[in-house]
């Protein structure tokens, strides 16, 4: 082989060779990284997914995180993995051409400014450190998108107004997607049928009615002491019914409107003539009403049953607006008739208030609370002008069918029977005289003025968690900076870098004649034909020369 000289008249500095934006890039990507493992450790991260959000910015969205993030691995795919690469590469020829030497020809073509078809006639080993490199880079462009996900967190949700739109595809009557739906209204969708019209009104069929029947409390609740319902003074909240088709992102938590809803306030008190402590004089029951009211008489299904033969209630009124109702189970055909088992007194008031609304994961759906008066106004009952109404006579046909199904021994059958009637009432009429107040709910101060309420509990996907594979992808970025640290301040120079005018100043001390012979055919993009073997010395200030043939 021909040997070839390389003689540098003056050792470069290391500051001179150093390559500050690797430096640079891999002391940010260090910092950044290792603060993005301590913040996502608050996420419990497993695999792809995440159970909290980050410790601190969760706030911030996917999207916003992914952008930060990006910039991160923007640095390590584009600066410091190639350049980090082309060091070492640097550093290893570099080496090799200052102890054994390396032929001219393999040299050239292992550049990464040569052609594919030259490299190919390279170093292997050098392509297949590019070729993970890129696959390393390419992958982690890829995977970091994965880095962060929506979690479910505490937190609160503004919930907007809903909007009114026409159904122009049936029968073009406005359909409505309300926030909630009004006390004695229904909340079942519907459409014209030419056939059955209209069918059940609405105001008959309610929402309130359902929700008392089904006991699902979404818009009926009984608010007493625990256990003693019915028992002592016991409340019915009658109210609005949340629409709870706009509450998906709420997985447990309570909802409270940002400004007063009407409800229904009917206070029961109750008094048995076995506990009448108070001397009460309990009237005989008698072929007629009491007190000239409305008599609900039923019998249960099963008229076989010996336990259960069914009963009545009384329904009066008094002058001070009061419901009341007298109610007593039919004595079995070996008993007589005697005197009324309950004295039930019911004071009506409509309210206004902000109300709440509580998701549990127990029942999951939403439920009505005790709500606090803000103003009321007293609802009184006239048995004698409500017996003539269409309520009337609907209240007692639900009364009816509440306590068909009754078979045991339980004077408090009325219990199923009697909150009926303030359910089934006209509500619609205290619209008229009974504005609301005009102040808005301080918990919604800090939220858009034409929000219908405010959430606060469990919200989907409301903060931002990092995954298992974003961690673990820090942890890469973290570990490529090191080894870029350490590359860095590794005692070799790299001599041999792919500068152009560091190449005119090295072909300097070559022979002329192996330099032609060498690039000959470069110009035309040919893998370089050499076989001298390429030796690098240097000179001291000292002037003391190193060649190696």
Same mark, same amino acid.
């Given at each position: /082989?021909?040997?070839?000289?390389?003689?540098?008249?003056?050792?470069?500095?290391?500051?001179?060779?150093?390559?500050?934006?690797?430096?640079?890039?891999?002391?940010?990507?260090?910092?950044?990284?290792?603060?993005?493992?301590?913040?996502?450790?608050?996420?419990?991260? +497993?695999?792809?997914?995440?159970?909290?959000?980050?410790?601190?910015?969760?706030?911030?969205?996917?999207?916003?995180?992914?952008?930060?993030?990006?910039?991160?691995?923007?640095?390590?795919?584009?600066?410091?993995?190639? +350049?980090?690469?082309?060091?070492?590469?640097? !550093?290893?020829? *570099?080496?090799?051409?200052? *102890?054994?030497?390396? &032929?001219?020809?393999? $040299?050239?073509?292992?550049?990464?400014?040569?052609?594919?078809?030259?490299?190919?006639?390279?170093?292997?080993?050098?392509?297949?450190? &590019?070729?993970?490199?890129?696959?390393?880079?390419?992958?982690?462009?890829?995977?970091?998108?994965?880095?962060?996900?929506?979690?479910?967190?505490?937190?609160?949700?503004?919930?907007?107004?809903?909007?009114?739109?026409?159904?122009? #595809?049936?029968?073009?009557?406005?359909?409505?997607?309300?926030?909630?739906?009004?006390?004695?209204?229904?909340?079942?969708?519907?459409?014209?049928?030419?056939?059955?019209?209209?069918?059940?009104? *609405?105001?008959?069929?309610?929402?309130?009615?359902?929700?008392?029947?089904?006991?699902?409390?979404?818009?009926?609740?009984?608010?007493?002491?625990?256990?003693?319902?019915?028992?002592?003074?016991?409340? %019915?909240?009658?109210?609005?019914?949340?629409?709870?088709?706009?509450?998906?992102?709420?997985?447990?938590?309570?909802?409270?409107?940002?400004?007063?809803?009407?409800?229904?306030?009917?206070?029961?008190?109750?008094?048995?003539?076995?506990?009448?402590?108070?001397?009460?004089?309990?009237?005989?029951? !008698?072929?007629?009403?009491?007190?000239?009211?409305?008599?609900?008489?039923?019998?249960?299904?099963?008229?076989?049953?010996?336990?259960?033969?069914? #009963?009545?209630?009384?329904?009066?009124?008094?002058?001070?607006?009061?419901?009341?109702?007298?109610?007593?189970? +039919?004595?079995?055909?070996?008993?007589?008739?005697?005197?009324?088992?309950?004295?039930?007194?019911?004071?009506?008031?409509?309210?206004?208030?902000?109300?709440?609304?509580?998701?549990?994961?127990?029942? #999951?759906?939403?439920?009505?609370?005790?709500?606090?008066?803000?103003?009321?106004?007293?609802?009184?009952?006239?048995?004698?002008?409500?017996?003539?109404?269409?309520?009337?006579?609907?209240?007692?046909?639900?009364?009816?069918?509440?306590?068909?199904?009754?078979?045991?021994?339980?004077?408090?059958?009325?219990?199923?029977?009697?909150?009926?009637?303030?359910?089934?009432?006209? +509500?619609?009429?205290?619209?008229?005289?009974?504005?609301?107040? #005009?102040?808005?709910?301080?918990?919604?101060?800090?939220?858009?003025?034409?929000?219908?309420?405010?959430?606060?509990?469990?919200?989907?996907?409301?903060?931002?968690?990092?995954?298992? $594979?974003?961690?673990?992808?820090?942890?890469?970025?973290? /570990?490529?900076?090191?080894?870029?640290?350490?590359?860095?301040?590794?005692?070799?120079?790299?001599? %041999?870098?792919?500068?152009?005018?560091?190449?005119?100043?090295?072909?300097?001390?070559?022979?002329?004649?192996?330099?032609?012979?060498?690039?000959?055919?470069?110009?035309?993009?040919?893998?370089?034909?050499?076989?001298?073997?390429?030796?690098?010395?240097?000179?001291?200030?000292?002037?003391?020369?190193?060649?190696?043939?």
């Amino acid at each position: /082989m021909q040997p070839a000289n390389i003689q540098l008249r003056q050792r470069p500095s290391w500051l001179a060779t150093l390559d500050w934006a690797s430096t640079i890039s891999g002391f940010l990507l260090l910092a950044t990284g290792i603060l993005m493992i301590i913040n996502g450790q608050c996420s419990l991260a +497993h695999g792809l997914s995440a159970y909290a959000p980050l410790c601190v910015g969760s706030q911030l969205s996917v999207q916003s995180w992914l952008a930060i993030t990006g910039i991160q691995f923007s640095l390590l795919s584009t600066i410091l993995l190639p +350049h980090a690469t082309s060091m070492t590469l640097s !550093k290893c020829f *570099t080496r090799a051409v200052e *102890t054994t030497g390396m &032929r001219f020809d393999r $040299l050239l073509n292992s550049l990464s400014t040569a052609p594919l078809s030259a490299q190919l006639r390279g170093s292997k080993k050098v392509i297949i450190v &590019r070729c993970l490199v890129f696959m390393l880079a390419a992958l982690v462009s890829v995977l970091y998108k994965f880095s962060f996900v929506s979690v479910d967190a505490q937190g609160m949700l503004a919930i907007p107004n809903g909007q009114i739109y026409y159904n122009y #595809g049936s029968d073009g009557y406005p359909d409505t997607d309300p926030s909630y739906t009004e006390i004695g209204e229904s909340d079942i969708p519907r459409e014209y049928n030419y056939a059955l019209g209209d069918g059940v009104p *609405t105001s008959i069929l309610s929402a309130n009615l359902i929700d008392f029947l089904t006991v699902s409390n979404g818009s009926v609740v009984v608010v007493s002491d625990p256990g003693k319902t019915f028992e002592r003074p016991t409340d %019915l909240i009658v109210g609005p019914k949340v629409n709870a088709t706009r509450l998906t992102n709420i997985l447990n938590g309570t909802v409270e409107s940002c400004n007063p809803l009407l409800y229904l306030r009917s206070s029961f008190y109750v008094l048995r003539s076995l506990d009448n402590f108070y001397g009460t004089k309990w009237p005989l029951i !008698k072929s007629r009403p009491y007190n000239n009211g409305v008599r609900i008489d039923f019998t249960p299904w099963n008229s076989t049953s010996y336990t259960f033969n069914g #009963g009545i209630m009384d329904i009066t009124s008094l002058a001070n607006g009061s419901l009341q109702a007298w109610v007593a189970g +039919h004595s079995l055909p070996s008993q007589p008739q005697g005197i009324y088992d309950y004295r039930v007194t019911v004071n009506m008031r409509y309210c206004y208030g902000y109300i709440n609304w509580k998701n549990s994961a127990v029942f #999951g759906h939403f439920e009505i609370e005790d709500p606090t008066d803000i103003k009321c106004q007293a609802f009184p009952f006239d048995v004698a002008a409500w017996n003539h109404t269409l309520w009337s006579f609907n209240a007692k046909a639900f009364i009816q069918a509440a306590c068909a199904g009754k078979t045991t021994i339980d004077d408090s059958f009325w219990t199923f029977a009697l909150p009926i009637i303030p359910i089934m009432s006209d +509500h619609s009429s205290v619209h008229k005289g009974f504005a609301p107040p #005009g102040e808005r709910n301080p918990r919604c101060n800090n939220i858009a003025q034409d929000s219908f309420a405010v959430a606060k509990g469990i919200i989907r996907a409301s903060r931002t968690g990092m995954t298992l $594979l974003g961690i673990a992808l820090q942890g890469v970025a973290i /570990m490529a900076a090191i080894v870029a640290m350490c590359l860095i301040i590794w005692p070799r120079l790299p001599l %041999l870098t792919e500068w152009p005018a560091q190449w005119l100043a090295l072909v300097e001390g070559l022979d002329k004649t192996v330099v032609k012979e060498a690039v000959k055919d470069g110009a035309t993009g040919t893998s370089v034909e050499s076989k001298a073997v390429v030796l690098l010395s240097s000179s001291a200030e000292e002037g003391v020369k190193r060649s190696s043939y």
